[in-house]
């Protein structure tokens, strides 16, 4: 938050100074425009009497790439550059525009972007981004109604393996399994003879995204197989696919904490941003009625 005037005066210096040097590059893009006198350099490129300069393009190549890689990027620069020219001349003769609320619309945009900008700054030096497990199981709590499930959700393995991986009637054992040492071994040998993997059972997963790109993604009722098998398999022409669920959460049913917490986490910090812009807003106004830096006419 702002924490005193001294702050308040630094923050509406730099926007002060945003909104000067935008302006002033705004006016004269525009004189560019009416056909003023450019620069004494050779273009780039033109369309009509619409000229690219070098100086146009300065900044937007990184330093440290290759000089091959700097070419083609002020390439696709100059390419794009034509293309909105060409674009614009269409339009200008297809259609016609009211200049000044043209003008006022650009302006409107850009003062949009400053303040965005401006905001994200005093932000980004007063934002605390420390959520507790006590805020996020309040918020879970308090809006549970707002976390419907919208796909099935597992816990459990899923293994690819090559057909002709070694002992694969010791790993169907060890599938069924829930020794603790089996766990082991059947990890052990997943991590070694498997194409695909994925056997953090702690975590819940959206189903499709496990099983994606297998012969699984076929099955016609994917909230009907989850429901009746806890362990599956099925072949393709040179693998075959595992599938462990240990626990799961259908379609409509109430997310997990755990599924949605880092959402949770967005959501509060979001909502801490938007506190912080508004108090930004209010202490700049309550600050320049302090300091009358502005007036309001009363319209006769």
Request: aromatic share 10%; net charge negative.
């Amino acid at each position: 938050m702002i924490k005193s005037k001294k702050h308040i005066g630094k923050s509406l210096l730099l926007l002060t100074s945003i909104l000067v040097i935008t302006s002033c590059d705004f006016l004269q893009f525009k004189k560019g425009l009416a056909g003023e006198e450019s620069p004494v350099s050779q273009p780039l490129a033109s369309v009509g009497d619409i000229y690219l300069y070098p100086k146009d393009i300065e900044g937007i190549v990184p330093p440290g790439i290759s000089k091959s890689d700097s070419s083609d990027l002020i390439e696709r620069h100059i390419k794009s550059w034509i293309k909105k020219q060409l674009l614009i001349s269409e339009a200008q003769k297809q259609l016609t525009f009211d200049e000044a609320e043209l003008d006022r619309r650009v302006l409107d945009y850009r003062y949009a972007l400053m303040m965005h900008e401006f905001e994200k700054y005093n932000i980004s030096l007063n934002i605390n981004t420390n959520i507790s497990e006590e805020e996020i199981a309040e918020y879970y709590k308090n809006n549970i109604d707002n976390f419907e499930l919208k796909q099935n959700i597992i816990r459990g393995y899923f293994i690819q393996l090559n057909k002709s991986a070694p002992k694969l009637g010791r790993f169907r054992y060890l599938l069924r399994s829930s020794r603790p040492q089996d766990i082991e071994e059947l990890k052990s040998y997943a991590y070694s003879y498997g194409t695909k993997v994925h056997l953090d059972d702690s975590i819940w997963v959206n189903f499709e995204d496990v099983i994606n790109n297998t012969p699984l993604m076929d099955i016609p009722n994917k909230t009907d197989f989850v429901r009746r098998n806890s362990v599956y398999e099925i072949p393709d022409d040179n693998y075959i696919y595992f599938l462990k669920i240990s626990q799961y959460k259908i379609q409509n049913e109430t997310s997990p904490l755990e599924f949605v917490r880092d959402d949770i986490q967005k959501i509060i910090l979001n909502k801490r941003k938007v506190i912080l812009a508004k108090k930004l807003e209010e202490d700049i106004y309550e600050n320049a009625i302090e300091n009358e830096d502005f007036k309001i006419y009363k319209q006769e």
